[in-house]
């Protein structure tokens, strides 16, 4: 079953720009990660944050966490082509251990 | 480095083959998972095995079996192949149980005629 959903579905900038992405989730949770994708590949996890914790960084990276509205965002500062790819936000709900959900996934193009 | 392996990165087989998809992780983790991909709904969760010999159903285990007889290897198994099978398939792996990251190959692109 699908528990997170990630907004918008496809997200097109400039180089130089930030990127945000959205996730919202239904049930309680443990953690939230996200995780990105290229093209025909697999997946790469970039962050995690648990349900105590407010905001995350990692370089360029910038990940919010607001458990009362069951939502999380990701931000890219200074986005680079080098960044397209999808990126996830998968959930791991307080009951199932690491068992992740996946959201469908945003779509990110940065053109040069 | 975590490096997990899939043994195959295309793989076209006929409908009704007994097809097996093979994973080898080389960091000693715990947990092992199969996902598969498809436009429009995500990832989901097939099979995943929390220690040797041991296996749990995911959200999708209808027409899959696994097999995890030794910890670094965790095989996925399709009894008998079908076109709605025709997917990408996501292995991976993470160190404990719970607010582990998993980590990814590169998958493998199933293709059933």
């Known amino acids: 079953s699908q528990q997170g959903e990630e907004d918008p579905q496809a997200l097109s900038i400039q180089e130089g720009e930030n990127a945000t992405m959205n996730c919202s989730y239904k049930t309680s949770i443990n953690n939230l990660q996200w995780y990105r994708q290229n093209s025909g590949r697999g997946l790469v996890h970039l962050i995690l944050?648990?349900?105590?914790?407010r905001e995350k960084h990692s370089g360029r990276l910038r990940v919010t966490l607001d458990t009362s509205k069951k939502s999380s965002s990701l931000l890219i500062t200074a986005s680079r082509a080098a960044d397209t790819a999808s990126y996830f936000c998968?959930?791991?709900?307080?009951?199932?251990?690491?068992?992740?959900?996946f959201g469908e996934g945003t779509q990110l193009t940065v053109n040069p | 480095d975590v490096k997990v392996t899939q043994s195959s990165r295309y793989l076209v087989k006929r409908t009704g083959e007994k097809v097996f998809l093979e994973c080898v992780q080389d960091m000693d983790h715990e947990n092992m998972f199969w996902y598969r991909q498809d436009p429009g709904l995500g990832l989901r969760l097939i099979y995943f095995s929390y220690d040797v010999k041991m296996k749990e159903k995911g959200d999708i285990p209808e027409g899959y079996s696994v097999s995890r007889e030794k910890k670094e290897r965790f095989s996925l198994i399709l009894e008998s192949a079908s076109t709605n099978q025709t997917s990408m398939y996501l292995c991976?792996?993470?160190?404990?149980?719970?607010?582990?990251?998993?980590?990814f190959g590169n998958g493998t692109r199933l293709t059933v005629t």
């Open positions: 944050i648990r349900s105590n914790e």
């Open positions: 991976a792996s993470s160190l404990i149980v719970r607010s582990s990251p998993l980590h």
């Open positions: 998968a959930t791991e709900d307080g009951t199932s251990g690491s068992r992740l959900t």
